[in-house]
């Protein structure tokens, strides 16, 4: 490969990899007041993002924010998650491994 072709090929893994990571706002739009449906370390889950900053799920509730460093949790033991949000689709990141896919339902359909 041509020296050239490999700066163009670096480029565009670059492109990639900083468009991967959604925005804190573009996170918050996502997810505040909506339910993310999916999978998670090998178990399917839904997750109520409250706009008073509690997410809900079956096994109950707790504390999130949304900052530069992702989807936090803060006093657990999850610590933080990137995600990238295309439509209604989000992926998770942590550590740059990809953690779990699901979908963004609008609103709280399971009524957590």
Same mark, same amino acid.
């Given at each position: 490969?041509?020296?050239?072709?490999?700066?163009?090929?670096?480029?565009?893994?670059?492109?990639?990899?900083?468009?991967? @990571?959604?925005?804190?706002?573009?996170?918050?739009?996502?997810?505040?007041?909506?339910?993310?449906?999916?999978?998670?370390?090998?178990?399917?889950?839904?997750?109520?993002?409250?706009?008073?900053?509690?997410?809900?799920?079956?096994?109950?509730?707790?504390?999130?924010?949304?900052?530069?460093?992702?989807?936090?949790?803060?006093?657990?033991?999850?610590?933080?998650?990137?995600?990238?949000?295309?439509?209604?689709?989000?992926?998770?990141? @942590?550590?740059?491994?990809? @953690?779990?896919?699901?979908?963004?339902?609008?609103?709280?359909?399971?009524?957590?």
């Amino acid at each position: 490969m041509t020296r050239l072709a490999l700066m163009t090929c670096g480029l565009l893994l670059l492109a990639q990899s900083a468009w991967a @990571q959604s925005s804190a706002d573009e996170l918050k739009a996502a997810l505040v007041g909506n339910t993310f449906q999916g999978g998670m370390g090998g178990g399917a889950y839904s997750s109520y993002f409250g706009p008073d900053g509690k997410y809900h799920d079956k096994d109950g509730s707790g504390d999130y924010t949304i900052t530069a460093l992702g989807v936090c949790y803060p006093n657990t033991n999850f610590g933080c998650y990137q995600a990238t949000v295309k439509g209604d689709q989000l992926e998770w990141f @942590q550590d740059g491994k990809s @953690q779990g896919t699901g979908t963004i339902v609008k609103g709280n359909p399971l009524n957590f």
